[in-house]
């Protein structure tokens, strides 16, 4: 058993902390983005940048040792392959029920019943 | 073959190759429990990766309108409060209350990360008071959650198994990701109690309070999903 | 050379119970839960044997069993492959083989965490009451075993029609769900102790191959199951409040369901996402039980230890890219063929490596035709023959005719239903003898042995020509006289009668087995420490059968692999782990 743990000096954690209320705050304002691949793009960029700064410094994944980093990291790529293999799928569904199924390309939601009287 | 520190100059391939190729331990200075959770919360991974890869499947297969989450998690602010008017008009702001639960959830990791180094320094009240803040938070956040929820299914109409908006898997998804994030969290809540319950009587004082940093991995998972569930659900 | 790191176990007490109960039924220890595993797969084991007589006595005598109707042999069906694939192969190779090796073998006083190790099987065996309940519940309400098949596909599963849509498959559902929950508590135990609680020496590639195996299908489980758990929640949504996951919008018995928009497809890719890690996850500890076995018995070193080690993994690595193989018929995406065919064939190759390394260890070995060695003999046979009927399977154009023939039935039965049961039963003749501290009858070992090896042969071999005339599976009728027309030819009915009169011979030959366990408990012939001369660690253990703790205060010292067999220069023909090098030598 290994004596000394993951004690680090507490600037770092309160910088991470500061900057994932900023990333947090530039993805919720892509909100206001017109929808197309920038917004898709800056959502899924500051999803990963949060994300790595989590595990990065508030899981103390930037100090440990590579044997538990690549054991960690390296098994999740199956789902890279499982979500990949999806997305094809799923699209090749759409298509189907598109093209056999008479069903509409792209319809309009409906608005939200907000303001709708309470029952 | 049990040096635990290893030269410099060494390139990542080797340090990691000299790691798993040595005895007694492969992880080297990680206790037990730690290595436990690590790997948890691996399996853990694949459960919330396997439900939004899910979510994405059926997303884009139905052909029903899915709805602007945007509009509906939309929060008015009240124009008026105790009888004071403060705008002519409430005012809709897009996803506020997610906004809202963001940062909590955001806080109260960042409480966790402070206990974990105040276990560290040995310091056991700022490590009971944080852990309480940071549970604290976390109930805070499950209270806003059930909010949430009932806001959808009261105002919208929102259920399980209805969406009056188009697509029903809308609803299905929303409530069954964040129901098992919710359960997630609460759990968490439970397990951060006990452990700074116990911390307080000094039932670790004979180890270096690793158990601190062990709820910590688990807490900070937690957000981390939130992360995700909040780009792929909310902003999506 | 820095100092030795301390196994922490050394340092650390364990907890000793003073009372009946804590020491034989809530134990803590390993080898207690181990048992305790072993004996209530066993036992949900002989249900679904039974289950496969049933069915094949209606298949070779349609209307001999009275009440034994069509929804009664799809409910067999289902239960028969769920209970052998997960309750009975799953908790058995790494329930009670895992919980015995994994400790012993590495030189660990127990697993990481007893008291969770402990809760694994308390909550195994929560599950499997959930599962079996259903037999009680059938005498005095409406509620009957589900019988969508063991793979559960939706719409069906939960659609009227199909026997057990209203609550047999919410009990299954719930069953399995808290299976993952129980194999989750022991699996992050196994690799925990695997990683972490080694004793000096011991490093990954001197480990013995059977906790190599058990190392990686532990994994594999870890990241697989849940797969199977997300889609047991969605279903059982689908199932109890009506959302639309699985379920598309359909007509049932001329309505229009209140279902619409789900994917049924989605299911499959999940539960197969499970499914086929979980073929690996039974096969991989057999590989590794059988490998010692030929080792010992052969008494010779297992050839090529590094290649058998890096093919366990790579075969680990590759379960997770080939799921769809299983579903060429089933209507996805037309180009998945081709790559969930290439992977499938690329997993030919380390499992290829595997067989030549059993095959080049008995080259010119001192073979030893003991009652374990012959089960892993057999095994290796059924294993190449179930296998290459894989890779016939594997091919999306021979697969398409084959589908859900009896030709995939004899192929899954050879390669993961009686393939991982030989390797078990070689695992406990080769073990019981330092479990219990007695021998195993041999001479009612090898009449166990001839009965099961050629009775499996003369039951699904023939199978293969089934599947090649056509005769689909999961068929309530296919026989002469049935109410269905005769498509088949007449060979094809003589077989089954055939096959079912086999098929009754092999399940009595396991009450041998049975009676052997027991007899042998009390009255079998002491075993020695080291009965076969093996040289990995649970055979040094100072008491036989192990006290809890395993060891003495200090735990062992590894200086060699397990495979030193006939090493010039040493008085035995073995040489077990804990034995020094030589300075000379």
């Given at each position: ?119 | ?236 | ?322 799921w769809a193989h299983h579903m060429y018929v089933a209507g996805m995406h037309p180009y998945f063929g081709f790559f969930f065919a290439t992977t499938t064939l690329i997993i030919a190759v380390p499992t290829a490596i595997k067989v030549y390394n059993w095959t080049l260890t008995l080259w010119r070995a001192n073979i ?123 060979s094809a009915h003589y077989l089954n009668i055939f096959i079912t009169i086999a098929a009754l011979v092999v399940g009595i030959a396991q009450l041998l087995f049975i009676y052997n366990l027991v007899h042998s408990y009390f009255k079998g012939e002491k075993a020695s420490d080291n009965p076969w001369g093996a040289n ?50």
């Amino acid at each position: 058993m290994a004596t000394e743990g993951q004690q680090h000096p507490i600037k770092i954690y309160l910088l991470v902390w500061g900057l994932l209320f900023a990333f947090s705050a530039i993805s919720y304002a892509s909100d206001y983005l017109d929808d197309g691949v920038f917004r898709t793009s800056v959502i899924l960029l500051f999803m990963i940048l949060k994300a790595a700064a989590i595990v990065a410094v508030f899981m103390h994944m930037q100090w440990e040792r590579y044997a538990l980093i690549f054991a960690i990291l390296l098994p999740p790529l199956a789902l890279m392959v499982l979500m990949t293999l999806m997305a094809i799928e799923a699209d090749y569904a759409w298509a189907t029920r598109v093209e056999y199924m008479g069903e509409p390309i792209a319809p309009e939601p409906k608005p939200p019943p907000t303001h709708k009287p309470h029952h | 073959m049990t040096e635990t520190t290893a030269p410099g100059n060494e390139s990542i391939f080797t340090a990691t190759a000299r790691d798993w190729s040595s005895d007694v331990t492969t992880f080297k200075g990680v206790p037990w429990g730690k290595a436990m959770m690590w790997i948890f919360l691996v399996s853990d991974t694949f459960i919330f990766t396997c439900f939004l890869v899910s979510y994405m499947t059926v997303r884009m297969t139905v052909t029903d309108p899915w709805p602007n989450p945007s509009e509906v998690f939309a929060l008015a602010i009240p124009n008026e409060l105790f009888g004071l008017q403060f705008f002519e008009s409430s005012i809709p702001v897009p996803l506020l209350l997610i906004a809202i639960m963001t940062f909590v959830l955001i806080s109260s990791s960042g409480t966790m990360a402070m206990a974990v180094n105040m276990g560290y320094q040995r310091n056991k009240k700022g490590v009971v008071l944080l852990m309480v803040a940071t549970a604290l938070l976390g109930m805070t956040f499950v209270g806003m959650q059930i909010f949430e929820w009932s806001k959808l299914i009261i105002d919208e109409e929102v259920a399980a198994w209805q969406n009056p908006m188009g697509a029903a898997q809308f609803g299905s998804f929303f409530f069954m990701v964040t129901g098992f994030h919710g359960l997630h969290v609460s759990a968490g809540v439970a397990y951060l109690l006990i452990v700074a319950w116990r911390v307080g009587r000094g039932h670790y004082d004979h180890t270096n309070f690793e158990i601190v940093e062990i709820t910590g991995l688990y807490w900070h998972f937690v957000d981390l999903v939130w992360v995700f569930i909040f780009a792929l659900f909310y902003l999506w | 050379m820095a100092t030795a790191e301390i196994p922490y176990q050394e340092t650390v007490p364990l907890h000793h119970p003073k009372t009946w109960l804590g020491k034989y039924v809530f134990s803590q220890d390993h080898k207690v839960i181990a048992v305790q595993y072993g004996i209530t797969a066993m036992a949900v084991g002989l249900v679904a044997l039974v289950l496969s007589w049933l069915m094949r006595i209606q298949l070779a005598f349609p209307g001999l069993l009275e009440g034994f109707g069509p929804d009664e042999y799809l409910s067999a069906i289902t239960m028969h492959g769920m209970i052998m694939v997960i309750y009975l192969l799953t908790a058995f190779l790494l329930g009670a083989f895992g919980n015995f090796c994994v400790p012993l073998m590495c030189g660990a006083r127990d697993m990481v965490f007893p008291f969770v190790n402990m809760l694994s099987y308390w909550v195994y065996l929560i599950s499997v009451i959930l599962l079996l309940v259903v037999y009680p519940l059938m005498l005095f309400t409406d509620v009957a075993p589900t019988g969508a098949g063991w793979t559960l596909y939706p719409p069906q599963t939960i659609t009227a029609g199909t026997p057990g849509a209203d609550w047999g498959i919410v009990l299954m559902l719930a069953s399995l769900a808290i299976f993952i929950v129980a194999f989750t508590m022991g699996g992050l135990n196994y690799i925990t102790t695997i990683l972490q609680a080694r004793t000096r020496g011991m490093t990954l590639m001197r480990m013995p191959l059977t906790v190599w195996g058990i190392f990686i299908a532990t994994f594999l489980g870890l990241i697989a199951f849940p797969a199977l758990f997300v889609s047991a929640v969605m279903m059982l949504l689908d199932r109890l409040i009506g959302t639309s996951f699985f379920m598309p919008a359909i007509v049932s018995l001329g309505q229009k369901l209140e279902y619409s928009g789900g994917q049924p497809l989605l299911f499959q890719h999940l539960f197969w996402f499970f499914g086929h890690p979980e073929v690996y996850i039974v096969a991989l500890p057999a590989f590794g039980v059988v490998s010692d076995l030929i080792s010992v018995h052969a008494r010779k070193n297992i050839f090529g230890y590094r290649m058998m080690v890096w093919a366990i993994v790579a075969i680990g690595i590759l379960s997770l890219i080939v799921w769809a193989h299983h579903m060429y018929v089933a209507g996805m995406h037309p180009y998945f063929g081709f790559f969930f065919a290439t992977t499938t064939l690329i997993i030919a190759v380390p499992t290829a490596i595997k067989v030549y390394n059993w095959t080049l260890t008995l080259w010119r070995a001192n073979i030893k035709l003991t009652v374990p060695m012959l089960f892993a003999l057999s095994f290796v046979l059924t294993f190449i023959m179930g296998g290459i009927t894989g890779l016939f399977l594997g091919n999306v154009i021979i697969d398409i005719p084959l589908s859900d023939t009896y030709f995939v039935v004899a192929h899954f039965h050879m390669v993961m239903g009686v393939s991982p049961i030989l390797a078990i039963f070689g695992g406990i003749y080769h073990w019981y003898p330092k479990l219990t501290g007695r021998m195993l009858n041999d001479t009612v070992g090898k009449i166990h042995f001839y009965f099961t090896f050629i009775g499996t042969y003369v039951i699904y071999f023939p199978m293969h020509y089934l599947g090649f005339v056509g005769v689909p599976r999961r068929y309530y009728e296919t026989a002469l006289g049935g109410t269905f027309p005769d498509f088949y030819p007449p060979s094809a009915h003589y077989l089954n009668i055939f096959i079912t009169i086999a098929a009754l011979v092999v399940g009595i030959a396991q009450l041998l087995f049975i009676y052997n366990l027991v007899h042998s408990y009390f009255k079998g012939e002491k075993a020695s420490d080291n009965p076969w001369g093996a040289n990995s660690l649970e055979w040094r253990t100072p008491q036989t059968p192990p006290s809890h703790g395993n060891w003495d205060e200090r735990l062992p010292t590894v200086h060699r692999w397990a495979y030193d067999f006939g090493v010039p220069g040493h008085d035995t023909d073995h040489v077990p782990q804990d034995v020094p090098r030589k300075e000379s030598a």
